[in-house]
């Protein structure tokens, strides 16, 4: 199965206390949202593959989660412009026949 953490949002109903830092990019403890979501999901077998569907926000987000060969079934997704979750979730589904998992980013797994 697939797995999508959707991270393109503007962040608005939060952004008087966060100001422009997305909401998966908020910290608790050593992890950020985003950085929970993608442990629990590269623990799961089932898991083949988490795409990470992200917008003009990629930088801040990224930058504490290590894309690299020491995590190779994560692949970033980029919207130059809003898709919205559906499109989102359909252009995945063209993707693979597989099953998919959707997950919104600013999901707190553990506290």
């Given at each position: 199965?697939?797995?999508?953490?959707?991270?393109?949002?503007?962040?608005?109903?939060?952004?008087?206390?966060?100001?422009?830092?997305?909401?998966?990019?908020?910290?608790?403890?050593?992890?950020?949202?985003?950085?929970?979501?993608?442990?629990?999901?590269?623990?799961?077998?089932?898991?083949?593959?988490?795409?990470?569907?992200?917008?003009?926000?990629?930088k801040v987000l990224?930058?504490?989660?290590?894309?690299?060969?020491?995590?190779?079934?994560?692949?970033?997704?980029?919207?130059?412009?809003?898709?919205?979750?559906?499109?989102?979730?359909?252009?995945?589904?063209?993707?693979?026949?597989?099953?998919?998992?959707?997950?919104?980013?600013?999901?707190?797994?553990?506290?």
């Amino acid at each position: 199965m697939n797995a999508i953490i959707l991270c393109a949002g503007r962040g608005t109903r939060l952004q008087s206390v966060i100001g422009d830092m997305p909401k998966p990019a908020i910290k608790f403890g050593d992890h950020t949202l985003l950085q929970r979501i993608v442990i629990e999901l590269l623990r799961l077998d089932t898991v083949s593959n988490i795409y990470i569907n992200v917008s003009a926000s990629a930088k801040v987000l990224l930058s504490n989660l290590q894309i690299s060969k020491e995590l190779p079934r994560v692949r970033i997704l980029y919207e130059a412009s809003p898709w919205g979750p559906s499109l989102t979730v359909f252009e995945i589904l063209k993707l693979s026949n597989e099953g998919l998992l959707v997950v919104h980013g600013d999901l707190l797994l553990e506290a």
